[in-house]
T-cell receptor, first 114, second 111 residues
Framework: DTGVSQNPRHKITKRGQNVTFRCDPISEHNRLYWYRQTLGQGPEFLTYFQNEAQLEKSRLLSDRFSAERPKGSFSTLEIQRTEQGDSAMYLC????????????FGDGTRLSIL | TQLLEQSPQFLSIQEGENLTVYCNSSSVFSSLQWYRQEPGEGPVLLVTVVTGGEVKKLKRLTFQFGDARKDSSLHITAAQPGDTGLYLCAGAGTGGFKTIFGAGTRLFVKA
């Protein structure tokens, strides 16, 4: 399978703990995106990488959130000191070239904060 | 702020009926995508439209991009239970990289 891969698929943790998610994009895609999706809503943009450079961060991304893509391949999204409101599906997508190219999504990591 | 509004939010129909889902904005998009998402999975791309007035067909699904590239519609002919899912439209702005998603139309097709 050469699609976008996300790990873990599910994460349950206690409030205040740190969590890290991983995304492996389609190998030839230079753009990588992170989104958050809550029940009944469409995905909300969090951040975007072109190769290893993080070019934009949403105001939704508080200072407890950090994302990296160190070698321009896989990416990690870390949430520190998790809060109840962080419970959501975290989706990763990748694409080629410019914003007109469609994004291909992974199946997400569902985060539940107890 | 660019926004995409989808309507209806929820649609429940009988197998064999036709339906149309709408995606509207006051902003111009350089391209627009339609995705379908099933519970517990990521959105799956159905189509990309880039030219104003463009019409694309995918089996029983017909997608149209408005002439001004501000709106789009998805028409499904003779809906089947397998069409059940969340249909999302997403637009790429003319000036940047960001893709904006609508809140989706949740379709349920009863057998």
């Amino acid at each position: 399978d050469t699609g976008v891969s996300q790990n873990p698929r599910h994460k349950i943790t206690k409030r205040g703990q740190n969590v890290t998610f991983r995304c492996d994009p389609i190998s030839e895609h230079n753009r990588l995106y992170w989104y958050r999706q809550t029940l009944g809503q469409g995905p909300e943009f969090l951040t975007y990488f072109q190769n290893e450079a993080q070019l934009e961060k949403s105001r939704l991304l508080s200072d407890r959130f950090s994302a990296e893509r160190p070698k321009g391949s896989f990416s990690t999204l870390e949430i520190q000191r998790t809060e109840q409101g962080d419970s959501a599906m975290y989706l990763c997508a990748s694409s080629l070239g410019d914003s007109r190219q469609p994004q291909h999504f992974g199946d997400g990591t569902r985060l539940s904060i107890l | 702020t660019q926004l995409l509004e989808q309507s209806p939010q929820f649609l429940s129909i009988q197998e064999g009926e036709n339906l149309t889902v709408y995606c509207n904005s006051s902003s111009v998009f350089s391209s627009l995508q339609w995705y379908r998402q099933e519970p517990g999975e990521g959105p799956v791309l159905l189509v990309t439209v880039v030219t104003g007035g463009e019409v694309k067909k995918l089996k029983r699904l017909t997608f149209q991009f408005g002439d001004a590239r501000k709106d789009s519609s998805l028409h499904i002919t003779a809906a089947q239970p397998g069409d059940t899912g969340l249909y999302l439209c997403a637009g790429a702005g003319t000036g940047g990289f960001k893709t904006i998603f609508g809140a989706g139309t949740r379709l349920f097709v009863k057998a």
